[in-house]
């Protein structure tokens, strides 16, 4: 880093690195060192945010079983994190899938850190056709969707109007740091760039299972190119609007920014292109 290198306190609200209950961080272990990692990248609070399926919600012993795991989860890290003086604070969520008709968020594991929010993300990794109307169900129960990688889903990049319409919604979009550096091929690359020059992107997050970069310094130091305009971009995307969301308040809007996002090599087998 130059002497010019600007920095942030980052607020990350997506990320599994509760231990043992997904496909994050397997173990306390890995849970502890994913920890580490995010805080050497300039993570300060942090949401815990595991897989859960609506359709679970059907299902209510199994419900109760994935929340007492969780539950179990959590404390683990809490405690450990506690103990090796971690200075980060570790906070409940969900990454909600929308794969059954009931959406009821009405239990505050489910939502961010208790709030009015709630990370949500399609089934199957696609535009389903009756996205505005899942979307919609969960502003009319009360909450706020925060659309997980919106960038993420097939098909999205030939659907800019009803992204629009998500948008115009009130619906929060979140964007995946690595996505900027094509870590999942072109497509989100380019949609992550899109989606931040329209100035529809409310947060930035780093999706972190554990292994790998969370790629939210690196995303950083591509938007920062030392003007006022692009640090303020950065510090609304993954500091300020981040922490709206966990304190219930309503976020602010992001000014439009042009990311020159580096080029890819579309020969690259798509095996790198990775949860
Ligand atoms: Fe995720």
Redesign the pocket.
């Known amino acids: 880093m130059n002497k010019d290198s600007f920095t942030v306190p980052i607020t990350d609200i997506?990320t599994?690195i509760m231990p043992g209950v997904d496909d994050g961080a397997q173990n306390l272990g890995e849970a502890l060192t994913a920890l580490r990692v995010l805080i050497k990248e300039g993570v300060r609070r942090v949401v815990a945010?595991p897989?859960f399926q609506a359709s679970l919600l059907e299902r209510s012993a199994h419900e109760t079983d994935q929340f007492e795991r969780f539950d179990r989860a959590y404390e683990k890290l809490a405690t450990a994190a506690s103990e090796d003086s971690l200075e980060i604070t570790i906070e409940r969520g969900c990454?909600f899938k929308l794969d059954a008709p009931t959406l009821d968020l009405s239990e505050p594991r489910l939502r961010l850190a208790g709030s009015r929010y709630a990370l949500v993300e399609f089934a199957s990794f696609r535009v389903p056709p009756f996205a505005e109307n899942q979307l919609l169900a969960v502003h009319e129960a009360g909450w706020i969707p925060v659309l997980?990688?919106t960038e993420r889903y097939a098909g999205v990049s030939s659907a800019w109007n009803r992204v629009e319409e998500w948008f115009r919604q009130g619906t929060l979009l979140q964007v995946n740091a690595r996505s900027l550096f094509g870590s999942y091929g072109p497509e989100p690359q380019y949609v992550a760039q899109e989606l931040l020059r329209l100035g529809w992107v409310s947060c930035l997050a780093s999706?972190f299972h554990a292994r790998g970069r969370p790629g939210l310094l690196s995303a950083l130091n591509l938007i920062d190119r030392g003007g006022e305009e692009e640090r303020r971009v950065l510090r609304t995307l993954m500091s300020e609007n981040p922490e709206r969301i966990l304190n219930d308040e309503t976020p602010t809007m992001v000014p439009p920014v042009y990311v020159e996002v580096p080029e890819l090599d579309r020969r690259t087998p798509s095996r790198r292109w990775f949860r």
């Open positions: 997506h599994h945010t897989h990454e997980a990688h999706d």
